[in-house]
């Protein structure tokens, strides 16, 4: 029996529409997420993965934010086209987030058990006493020390691990379908960052659910990820399994992201950098976005944008080099692409 995805990304675009000029800040992503299965999205900062995340459960501000091509298909349904009301109960109940700063997304003013409850009600039509009794559970099930106590303390009482295990209590309260995880251990010590990423394995094997792993850690890809999506400049650049990916990437931004990772097998005196900065996405791009990057761009690469070749089921590069390789090429700039809005002088 084939598994069907429980999520469809397909040719996601969101830009934003400011007074002088257009941000592309997602020009180009596409992947099927399976149940129980993990996908990692790496790029450096600035490339569009939490844009395109937040683009899934539409919390970006609108204006000046806006979806201008594509699907998101949950389980069949296409949230872009879904009333407020029905998103309203797919949001934190089906779908649930992990945003990227717990001190910053948890309310100060209420305590812990409070935050974690008021999903299990809204979502659930639990009473109180029961909401509460699952808070406490939750509070156990992510490891935090006596949680019958705690569960009345303030976020400003948790150390930095316990209120990422507190936001990660609160993304599962519904036990959702799919949870995104926004860098869920950014600013953390390696020590408690390997507990978190044990942490959320076992749950998932627990609750069988999918998770997209927003990271610019590499060690993390590796030791969480079944798929991955390279993005740069908005866009999807590299797709397909962990494998393939850390064996034999093709895109030259992926192997620049690999070689700047330090290595106990090739013990490298020096780690190689990416030379330059990404480009700005305000700007249309004639050709490759990478192509000042590049050490290996050919003169096609300045004036021709390359379309995204598949390599094999499940694999695909955005490069010129692939051309040879590609079983077949998804043209970036196809017939149902929107139209580009005119850039505002």
Known sequence: MTLQPVLSVKGLRTHFFLDE????????????????KTLAVVGESGSGKSVHALSILRLLPEPPAKVVAGEILFKGKDLLKMPAEELRQIRGNRIAMIFQEPMTSLN?????????????????????????????????????????????DYPHQFSGGMRQRAMIAIALSCEPDVLIADEPTTALDVTIQAQILELMKELQKEFHMAIILIT???????????????MYAGRQVEYGSVGDIFKDPKHPYTRGLLNS??????????????????????????????????????????DQDPPEFELAAGRMSNCWKQES?????????????????????
Not at 21 to 36: C, K
Not at 220 to 227: G, I, L, S, T
Not at 325 to 345: C, N, W, Y
């Open 21 to 36: 000029h257009i941000v592309r800040a997602v020009d180009g992503v596409s992947y099927d997420l399976l149940p129980g």
């Open 108 to 152: 100060p003013v209420l305590t812990i058990g409070d935050q974690i409850s008021e999903s299990i009600i809204l979502h659930q039509n639990a009473t109180q006493e029961k909401a509460w009794a699952k808070a406490i559970d939750l509070l156990g099930k992510v490891g935090i020390p006596h949680p019958s106590e705690r569960v009345n």
């Open 216 to 230: 610019h850690n590499i060690g993390v890809v590796a030791e969480m990820a079944d798929e991955v999506a390279v």
């Open 261 to 302: 990772v330090p290595s106990i097998y090739t013990r490298k005196e020096k780690l190689e950098a990416i030379p330059g900065q990404p480009p700005e996405l305000n700007k249309e791009f004639p050709g490759c976005p990478f192509v000042a990057r590049c050490g290996v761009a050919e003169a096609r690469c300045k």
């Open 325 to 345: 390789e590609s079983l077949k090429t998804r043209h970036r700039h196809d017939a149902g692409r929107a139209p580009q809005a005119p850039v505002l002088s």
